[in-house]
T-cell receptor, first 114, second 116 residues
Framework: DSGVTQTPKHLITATGQRVTLRCSPRSGDLSVYWYQQSLDQGLQFLIH???????AKGNILERFSAQQFPDLHSELNLSSLELGDSALYFCASSRAGGGYNEQFFGPGTRLTVL | QQQVKQSPQSLIVQKGGISIINCAYENTAFDYFPWYQQFPGKGPALLIAIRPDVSEKKEGRFTISFNKSAKQFSLHIMDSQPGDSATYFC???????????????FGKGTKLSVIP
């Protein structure tokens, strides 16, 4: 158990809908990273928040957004969902902004768009 | 553009054998190279990591070899066991960034099967 929690574990929804994925980092970790894992693209970085501030964006679609709250939990919002958005979404947390800080991954949320 | 290339895509090794997974990177700014292990239904977990100031790092049965000039690094699993059967991902990151972000760039993964 990495100490990172993600809810829900599974999510099934229809095209065009909007969903919110939630991540609670390990106690004391200030950084939250979101990654998408799909069969064809592998693990891809989406976005990074550090202590409530957005630090970097990767291959994140405009239909997707995220935020980190004062209690450091983070939410990833996916809207106007398409079939191709079906994937595993992981969040990872680390102690500080960077350096050689290990990223601890949560168990993921499996999103299925029908 | 795939910045970290990983091979092979899948690997079958007999119990007790050596498993070798290779990765190559393009971005010379990368200076942190972790390997992650992922079991079905679980998130990736850090296995071992190396910085470019050393050419090899060993932890138990797991060894990373690093060749900075060739921009390549590899994972060796000695005395492979059925419990090692998982998907392995190499990754790369910068250790210090003016933007303050250290996202991981992953290889596509290698599915390892260790047969008894």
């Amino acid at each position: 158990d990495s100490g990172v929690t993600q809810t829900p574990k599974h999510l099934i929804t229809a095209t065009g809908q909007r969903v919110t994925l939630r991540c609670s980092p390990r106690s004391g970790d200030l950084s939250v990273y979101w990654y998408q894992q799909s069969l064809d693209q592998g693990l891809q970085f989406l976005i990074h928040y550090y202590n409530g501030e957005e630090r970097a964006k990767g291959n994140i679609l405009e239909r997707f957004s995220a935020q980190q709250f004062p209690d450091l939990h983070s939410e990833l919002n996916l809207s106007s969902l398409e079939l191709g958005d079906s994937a595993l979404y992981f969040c990872a947390s680390s102690r500080a902004g960077g350096g050689y800080n290990e990223q601890f991954f949560g168990p993921g949320t499996r999103l299925t768009v029908l | 553009q795939q910045q970290v290339k990983q091979s092979p895509q899948s690997l079958i090794v007999q119990k007790g054998g050596i498993s070798i997974i290779n990765c190559a990177y393009e971005n010379t700014a990368f200076d942190y190279f972790p390997w992650y292990q992922q079991f079905p239904g679980k998130g990736p977990a850090l296995l071992i990591a190396i910085r470019p100031d050393v050419s090899e790092k060993k932890e138990g049965r797991f060894t990373i070899s690093f060749n900075k000039s060739a921009k390549q690094f590899s994972l060796h699993i000695m005395d492979s066991q059925p419990g090692d059967s998982a998907t392995y991902f190499c990754a790369a990151s910068v250790a210090y960034s003016g933007a303050g972000s250290y996202q991981l760039t992953f290889g596509k993964g290698t599915k390892l099967s260790v047969i008894p």
